[in-house]
């Protein structure tokens, strides 16, 4: 960050990236604890998290009034812009990571009433880790200001997207095999996109901050590892038509 002559001035810089920095760490105890909630059906931890929600929201509006007042007051140009810029940016990022997290606990309830198979629930959770891996990398690049990294991080979320289109078809497969598998699926289904969606939010931080570094933008296209678009359900096995064609031999 640039430093200034005038010390208020740099004050108002640094409390913008320390507002952005504990608005991260909050985003990440939410993350956590949301999938922490669904994985053990812990109805008190997901409660927490939809409380803790209404905090990030709240500095979220904080931050941006704080951002429009240096604007206003000190006419930043070039590096100091882009650093206000990217605040009010990065902290819509965050909001929206907590939003994400708050739906994943809201779906507890309607998870835990039934039984799961082990290896969706813990292909979900390893999902979950990998996010919270680019969430805390990404956390990292702002605070160093560090563009390398912050590519890396946006490279790294096609990880996430291949999982999903794994865990997506497990899901789909589940709900073909037995219908009473539709309900709590179908809200893993939404917990594993959420996750999903998180990694993206951490790729649009990544994008903002090489920008405040550079000044330049990313390229638009993103690489992409989310297959399930072209994902169908598998038909299902038609009875004696084993039968009838070898019959027919």
């Known amino acids: ?8 001035y740099g004050e108002e810089l640094r409390n913008l990236v320390r507002r952005i920095s504990e608005m991260g760490g909050q985003a990440e105890r939410m993350v956590a ?7 053990n059906s812990d109805w008190g931890l997901a409660q927490s998290v939809v409380a803790d929600d209404v905090l990030l929201d709240a500095a979220q509006r904080e931050l941006d009034e704080r ?24 902290s819509n990022d965050l909001e929206r990571i907590g939003d994400l997290a708050k739906n994943i606990a809201k779906r507890v309830i309607a998870v835990s009433e039934h039984s799961q198979p082990i290896q969706l629930v813990r292909g979900i959770e390893h999902m979950a880790e990998l996010a919270l891996d680019q969430l805390k990398d990404v956390l990292d690049a702002y605070a160093d200001r560090d563009p390398a990294r912050a590519e890396s991080v946006r490279s790294n979320d096609e990880a996430i997207d291949a999982m999903y289109t794994s865990i997506f078809r497990e899901l789909l497969t589940y709900m073909m095999e037995d219908p009473r598998n539709i309900t709590p699926c179908t809200h893993l289904l939404f917990s594993a996109k959420n996750i999903e969606r998180i990694g993206d939010h951490a790729t649009n931080i990544a994008e903002t901050i090489y920008y405040i570094r550079t000044g330049e933008q990313m390229p638009a296209e993103r690489p992409k590892g989310d297959r399930t678009p072209s994902l169908t359900a598998p038909r299902p096995a038609v009875a004696g038509a084993g039968a009838d064609a070898t019959a027919g031999e």
């Open 1 to 8: 960050m640039t430093e200034h002559t005038v010390t208020s």
């Open 33 to 39: 604890q949301s999938v922490q909630a669904l994985i």
């Open 67 to 90: 951002a429009i007042l240096v604007i206003g007051k000190r006419q930043p140009m070039a590096v100091d812009l882009r650093e206000i810029v990217g605040a009010i940016r990065i």
